[in-house]
């Protein structure tokens, strides 16, 4: 039979002086993983970071370019609107101007005929008043050439220079936007 063989004590003794160097060895090297994972770890949710940050900023920035998309719409579709609502206007103010004219002729004469005008030139107004459309031009307003043509100049005791004595036609506005300006008669 074979013998089994004892190790001798020198032998145990540098078995047992390696074995702690290798478990601090490898204690070494599973710190130097562990350190490398925790870097690769924060290097990766740093670049998430900051992708997270990029994709943020982008979506501000569309939102924002959204907001100002809805309002440059709105303005346009606004002063679109004012467009059309005062080309519309202008094609009919001959025929309001045609009905002043006939409640002016039919003085102050009662008939059925002056009624029904003057209630067809009420409607007309009514409508006007709900697109915003506002009438100018009265005697003794101040003469503002923006709003005004002055086509004739008179002398009147009654009124102070630069006013208007008489309205020749009616002007017209929606808003800031002139639809026809004021012919007017101005004390000099």
């Known amino acids: 039979m074979a013998e089994e063989r004892k190790p001798d004590v020198a032998e145990e003794q540098v078995e047992a002086e390696s074995a702690p160097v290798e478990t601090i060895e490898q204690d070494e090297k599973q710190d130097k993983k562990e350190k490398k994972d925790k870097k690769e770890k ?28 809805k309002k440059r719409t709105n303005a346009e579709k606004e002063a679109l609107r004012a467009v059309v609502v005062s ?59 923006q709003i005004h043509n002055a086509i004739m100049t008179c002398e009147d005791d009654q009124l102070q220079p630069d006013t208007i004595a008489e309205v020749l036609q009616k002007g017209y506005r929606i808003g800031d936007k002139i639809i026809r300006h004021a012919l007017v008669k101005v004390v000099q």
Do not use: C, W
């Not at 290097?43 to 907001?67: N, R």
């Open 87 to 145: 080309d519309t206007v202008q094609m009919m103010l001959p025929i309001l101007d045609n009905l002043e004219r006939a409640v002016l002729a039919a003085g102050d004469e009662e008939s059925a005929l002056k009624d029904g005008v003057v209630m067809v030139l009420n409607q007309a107004k009514t409508g006007f008043e709900k697109f915003g459309i506002e009438a100018f031009g009265e005697r003794g307003e101040a003469f503002d050439p």
């Open 42 to 69: 924060k290097e990766k949710k740093s670049a998430q970071q900051q992708q997270l940050e990029q994709l943020q900023d982008k979506f501000l920035h569309l939102a924002a370019d959204f907001d100002n998309y």
